[in-house]
């Protein structure tokens, strides 16, 4: 029977992982025995067409008669509802969006109930590991900290910066939806950058935030940067979800980076904000070194806020953001408040949100 516009089904599907014994490279680490991390894009079925596996090479292109480079820099993600039980070894926390509304143990196994209370975007993940918890509320939003045991150094340092970006961004962009804000260890052998943010839970790789020595207070404290700019895409990224247009990775990444300086500003003072901006201008410039295409400007009106439109490397376009040729002060508190404003227009204040 064809599915009516606007109708539902129930979809099924039971899935597993098979290692090969022997393979040279390209590890698949994400189930592993004592922590596993798995993202919905990659595990499920994704029904209909799905814009992140295209190829984006833009030699690779030109090779197979492509037009270059590929139409969109980034996937619109629609908006859900969402509810999950999940069961994870004995010795194991399971972690999924929303709210935990029941855990229990049955058959030596543990379970965890989640529900999201507010729609959210088509981004999540599941990780499990055995984790130590810090938890701590902060202006009615429980901030936790799930963490390897040894690996407790940074984590006061965390619930700082994330308290902080909690409060300047709910100030200067609207409430945070949700009542918890997860942050939580992954491991290195992960490789999908520093962190990244799915609602209401950001996932830190090790190295890239829990083992940072960041006692050296002269130098940039890129642990409260890294969580700043995280807590920036509970706004900038989970409720502002643009069209796959050009200036996407504007709307996400530039108003993060943003972010990352007003709570360095709050943290440290404006003086840290001039560290940022050369530690962005190195960034962005040891990025074009290895770019590809030439830079796309955003408008010819906004050149001075330049975002690396459909570059593959993202750490480039996200030094687009404050570094490069001058994105630096062009996005003020006023544009960024702006920008939240006008998200979506004003008679589209429910679904769907992707402002282009
Ligand atoms: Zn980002």
Known sequence: VPLAPGDSATFTFSLGVQQPAL???????????????????????????????????SYERRRLGLPVPAPADRVALSWIT????????????????????????????????????????????????????????????????????????????MIAATA???????????????????????????????????????????DRGFLTDARDSSRLDIVTRRVAHEVAHEWWGMQLSPAAAPGATMLVESFAKY???????????EGMVEELMSYDQDRYLSGRTGAEESEVPLTPGHRRIVALLRQGWRGHERAAGTGGTGGARSVTPAVAAGAWRARWPRHHRRLPRHPA
């Open 23 to 57: 393979r040279a490279a390209g590890f698949d680490e994400s189930l592993a025995a004592n922590g596993s991390f798995l993202i919905n894009t990659r595990i499920f079925p994704w029904p209909g067409f799905n814009r992140g596996y295209e190829v984006d090479d």
């Open 164 to 206: 902080t970006s909690l409060d300047l961004f709910g100030a200067g962009f609207g409430p945070y939806p949700h009542p918890e804000l997860r942050i939580v260890e992954v491991p290195s052998t992960w490789q999908m950058g520093a962190a990244v943010a799915f609602p209401g839970t950001i996932f830190f790789v090790e």
């Open 82 to 157: 969402f509810e999950t039980t999940v069961s994870t070894s004995g010795d194991q926390l399971a972690i999924a969006p929303g709210t935990l509304e029941r855990e229990w143990e049955q058959g030596g196994r543990r379970y965890f109930h989640y529900r999201s209370g507010a729609p959210m975007v088509n981004w999540f993940a599941f990780a499990s590991a055995r984790y130590a918890v810090k938890k701590v509320v902060h202006d009615g939003v429980a901030i936790e900290v799930y963490y390897h045991p040894a690996h407790s150094a940074n984590i006061d340092r």
């Open 259 to 269: 972010g990352e300086q007003r709570v360095l500003a709050a943290t440290h003072g």
